[in-house]
């Protein structure tokens, strides 16, 4: 089982975006069984909230349900239990680094370091923005999923279930 922790600020509007799209993904693929998919805010202040109404719209768009995901914050404890922390920005994996416990196992890295040839480096955050910042959010999760997907099933980490 491979565990997978997508984060942004506000847990929100990106980080439960990547997580509703990567587990999308993952079920159309056969291998949900092999992964562990969640997402958490740096921040804590929407903690308990549904996402961000203008995402779950997007997302429903592509046959995505993100209803009824519910904003958490990263916990210290997150580092010891995922393998794989996913940062949307370079503030966030900023803030990840800083709080990483010592001697824990998970690799932090920017989610969209997985996307090959992609320039871009952060998936912009869409809170104070139109309508449109949703559908760019969309667009690079999805191609950073796709190759997190690769680089997990080239690492031999999941395996296609579809008995
Ligand atoms: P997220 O977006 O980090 O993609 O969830 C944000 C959500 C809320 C706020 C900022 C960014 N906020 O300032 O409340």
């Given at each position: 089982m491979v565990s997978v922790l997508f984060v942004c600020?506000?847990?929100?509007?990106?980080s439960p975006t990547a997580e509703g799209v990567f587990t999308n993904m993952c079920r159309k693929q056969g291998v949900a069984d092999s992964l562990y998919i969640d997402s958490a805010g740096t921040?804590?202040?929407?903690?308990g909230k549904a996402p961000d109404a203008r995402a779950v719209t997007a997302a429903a768009q592509q046959d995505?349900?993100?209803?009824?995901l519910r904003a958490r914050q990263v916990s210290q404890d997150d580092f010891s239990s995922f393998d794989y922390i996913l940062a949307m920005d370079e503030d966030n994996l900023a803030d990840l680094r800083s709080m990483q416990p010592d001697g824990t196992q998970a690799r932090v890295?920017?989610?969209?370091?997985?996307?090959?040839?992609?320039?871009?480096?952060n998936v912009p955050?869409?809170?104070?923005?139109?309508d449109d910042g949703f559908v760019q959010v969309l667009e690079l999760v999805r191609a950073a999923s796709a190759g997190l997907l690769t680089h997990l099933i080239a690492r031999g980490e999941v395996t296609a279930h579809r008995d």
């Open positions: 600020l506000g847990n929100i509007c990106r921040a804590g202040w929407h903690v995505i349900d993100l209803s009824a890295d920017l989610f969209l370091d997985y996307a090959p040839g992609m320039s871009v480096r955050d869409p809170y104070y923005g139109g």
